[in-house]
C-alpha cells in the first residue's frame, strides 16, 4: 500500500521526488508516519466525499466540478463526441469559411442562402462526411487537450502547448458556430 502512495507522490512531483525518507531514516517510523497520515487524511475528507456524493446525487455535479467548470464540461463532451463521430449518420450546412489567413469566419444568413433564387438551387451547400469529420477532431481536440492540459501526470512543452491552444481556440470556435448541428 504504501508503493501505492509513493507512486502518486513520485507522479506528482516528478524529478523533485526525494528519493531518501521524507519524515525519519528510520523505516519503522516513517512507515507508521506514513500510516497514520493515510487513515487520517480518510478520516477527516469522509464528510467531504458524503456531501459531494449527495450533490452528486440531486444535483448532477459537485462543488469541486464548479472549481474547474471547463474541465468538467470537456469531461462530459468529449467522449459524447467521439462517439457520435464513430457512428456519424450525416452533415451539417456550411456555416463557416476560412479567410485567406486561415482564420474562421462565420457566415451570415444571407451567404448561406445566397442562391436560393437560382431554379436549380437544392438547398444550402453542405460538408462531405470527410470535411465534417475533420471538424469534429478539431472540436474533440478542443474538449480532449483542456482534459489533459488540467490533469497533473499531462506535461506539455512550451511550444506543443502554444500550438495546442491555437488549435483549442479554432475548435472551440468551431463548436460555438456548430453547437446547434451536434446532432444525429
Avoid at 512531483?13 to 487524511?41: A, Q, R, S, V
Avoid at 448532477?60 to 463526441?81: C, E, H, M, S, T
Avoid at 481556440?169 to 448541428?181: D, T, V, W
Amino acid at each position: 500500500m504504501s508503493d501505492d502512495i509513493e507512486l502518486k507522490v513520485k507522479r506528482i512531483l516528478g524529478k523533485h521526488f526525494l528519493t531518501e525518507p521524507i519524515f525519519c531514516k528510520i523505516k519503522f517510523i516513517n512507515d507508521l508516519y506514513f500510516t497514520f497520515w493515510k487513515y487520517y487524511y480518510k478520516i477527516t475528507t469522509f464528510p467531504f466525499k458524503v456531501k459531494y456524493f449527495f450533490q452528486r446525487l440531486t444535483r448532477g455535479f459537485d462543488d469541486l466540478d464548479k472549481w474547474n467548470a471547463a474541465w468538467y464540461i470537456a469531461r462530459k463532451a468529449a467522449p459524447v463526441l467521439r462517439e457520435m463521430k464513430k457512428n456519424l449518420k450525416g452533415t451539417s450546412i456550411k456555416l463557416h469559411r476560412e479567410d485567406r489567413f486561415g482564420n474562421i469566419v462565420e457566415l451570415s444568413q444571407d451567404e448561406i442562402y445566397s442562391d436560393s433564387n437560382e431554379k436549380d438551387w437544392n438547398g444550402p451547400e453542405s460538408f462531405s462526411l470527410e470535411e465534417w469529420q475533420n471538424i469534429l477532431d478539431d472540436i474533440i481536440f478542443a474538449f480532449q487537450f483542456q482534459i489533459d492540459f488540467d490533469t497533473v501526470d499531462g506535461t506539455i512543452s512550451e511550444d506543443d502547448s502554444k500550438k495546442g491552444f491555437k488549435r483549442q481556440k479554432r475548435g472551440l470556435r468551431l463548436f460555438g458556430i456548430y453547437f446547434n448541428s451536434l446532432w444525429d
